[in-house]
């Protein structure tokens, strides 16, 4: 083109960089086997007014649940909780400016260009936290895998020694035709579970999710301690993690009362929340006894919980309480 004029093309935009909340996924183990993520540059400009090719987006599917922070600082970057919410995790760089760009009325020849930027990069820390209305927590051994296999279609691994349930488990409480809600079984909590001992803290954060907590007692006579004392334990650890979790409705279910002997137990720990104020549910998870009237109450609560707009749960600050 004689006496053309300049004609340089801009270059094409790098893609971004995006978490979505996928309820087809339940783990985080994608992301345990793939840790890093490039994607390719932008297309050059060039002549003939010729743009470069945008680079497409990367959408990386994670669980509904994942808590995004930057590894570095520990500044929480997002929180996915609802499908297909979306998080620009790294932003793509600009593309560059041909010459053609800067021509204008009185400079008709630019002689120059502008180069593109450079992406983002960011190294995150994900966190997966279960989202359940109702958390069940107690201490090894006190039947929380036995009221949830009865109560949902879960099925946890059921047995007769501490420490049979290694990971939480999601099950999912139909009360009503139309009424239903989420139940988590967290694995057992011991005595100095803060700290690392047992199971240690690694499942206590999917209990922030949860909006109560049903917190089972084993009152049978095999148990060992006094039923007042293994309340006290489990809740003592909850506060050394976070104390926020205390701040949660409880209600307290005394499991095992087919095998309850005289009763002493029973009635120590009932007049015990009585005292406390804390709802107060007999049960037998084994032979169903007062386990239909104990899921009547958690789904009104539930359904009373769910109409109020209550503040999420104040992180921990970075390193406290893990």
Known sequence: MPRGGPDGGDGGKGGDIILMASTNLNTLLDQRYQQQYTLKRGGDGSGKNQYGKNSPDLIINVPVGTLVKDYNTGEILADLI?????????????????????????RQAPRFAQPGEEGGEKELLLELKLLADVGIVGLPNAGKSTLISVVSAA????????????????????????????????????????????????FLRHIERTSLLLHLVDISEAAAEDPVKDFEVVNSELRLYNPELLKKPMIVGANKID????????????????EKGL???????????????????????????????TPPLNPLPQGEGR
Not at 83 to 96: L, P, S, V
Not at 189 to 199: Q, R, S
Not at 259 to 274: N, P, Q, T, V
């Open 82 to 106: 609802e499908e297909g919410q979306k998080a620009i995790i790294a932003k793509g760089g600009r593309g560059g400016k041909g010459n053609a760009f800067f021509k204008t009325a009185t």
């Open 155 to 202: 099925r946890p691994k059921i047995a007769g020694y501490p420490f049979t349930t290694l990971v939480p488990h999601l099950g999912v409480v139909k009360v009503r035709q139309y009424r239903s809600f989420v139940i988590a079984d967290i694995p057992g909590l011991i005595e100095g579970a803060h700290k690392g001992k047992g199971l240690g803290f690694q």
């Open 259 to 274: 095998a309850k002997g005289s009763g002493e137990r029973l009635k120590m720990l009932k007049d015990y929340c009585k």
């Open 279 to 309: 709802p107060f549910f007999p049960i037998s998870a084994a032979t169903g006894e007062g386990v239909p009237k104990l899921l009547s109450y958690l789904s009104k609560e539930v359904v009373k919980l769910k109409g109020k707009k």
